[in-house]
């Protein structure tokens, strides 16, 4: 079910594009979708998140009591995922897990730090990208490039104690042949603040092993 859910939210982004699509081509397509309509977007939107709510559904999934209905947490899900900056990054990133446990609350505060996780692991990746672009741009030394490198690899545990409040967006559950709960969250980091608890991140690693590369970094990226 995971998998389907990634697969159509990534099929409404990027309108049926592979993984294999380069980013100038994601981005092409990005500037597409900010060219259309709000009134287009929503219509897409609500189209896909009344069709994804009704799988849902049959796979026995609900919300809890006073929480909104899935088909609107939906919605919502996708409206967001159709923001982006004026680079051509997503506004919000998303993170999403599931957990089981003997009772919601249990299974709930589980899947939420296992999203947060998730959203520390999508950090990472998109700033290893930006640094390890930057660094080859610069020229700069084997060891020096290595060494930053290193910290960006170490950072997703403490990118993750650096995020603060996460925006809920998506929160239901099922109950399980055995009793237990199953709960699925997405939850939603804006894109600024994540880089900025990334940045935070590389550079106390650095900063602990008594490397100035932290002030290498300020320059180049503009820290």
């Keep these: ?3 389907l859910f990634l697969f159509i939210v990534l099929s409404i982004l990027t309108s049926g594009a592979t993984f294999a699509q380069s980013a100038k081509e994601l981005a092409k397509e990005r500037k597409e979708l900010m ?3 709000k009134a287009e977007l929503n219509d897409k939107a609500t189209k896909a998140a009344r069709k994804e709510a009704k799988k849902l559904k049959k796979e ?17 899900s996708y409206l967001m995922q ?14 999403e897990a599931m957990s089981i446990g003997g009772n919601y609350d249990a299974a709930k505060m589980q899947a939420l730090e296992l999203a947060k996780q998730n959203l520390a692991g999508q950090i990472q990746t998109e700033v290893t990208a930006l640094i390890e672009n930057t660094v080859a741009n610069e020229q700069m030394e084997a060891e020096q490039a290595a060494s930053i490198t290193r910290s960006v ?13 996460t ?9 399980l042949s055995n009793k237990n709960k199953e709960v ?9 603040m994540a880089k900025k608890a990334a940045m935070k991140a590389i550079k106390e690693d650095l ?16 820290w």
């Design 184 to 192: 699925l969250v997405r939850v939603a980091y804006n894109s600024d």
């Design 1 to 3: 079910m995971k998998r």
């Design 82 to 95: 159709y923001e982006y900056d004026v680079e051509m990054f997503p506004k919000y990133i998303m993170g």
């Design 60 to 76: 026995g999934w609900t919300t809890a009591p006073g929480a909104l209905p899935l088909e609107k947490q939906l919605d919502k």
């Design 153 to 165: 690899m170490a950072s997703k545990n403490l990118i993750s104690q650096s995020i603060g409040r």
């Design 167 to 175: 925006i809920p967006v998506i929160e239901v559950y099922r109950t």
């Design 207 to 222: 900063e602990k092993k008594g490397d100035d590369l932290h002030n290498k970094l300020d320059e180049l990226l503009g």
């Design 35 to 37: 060219k259309a309509s």
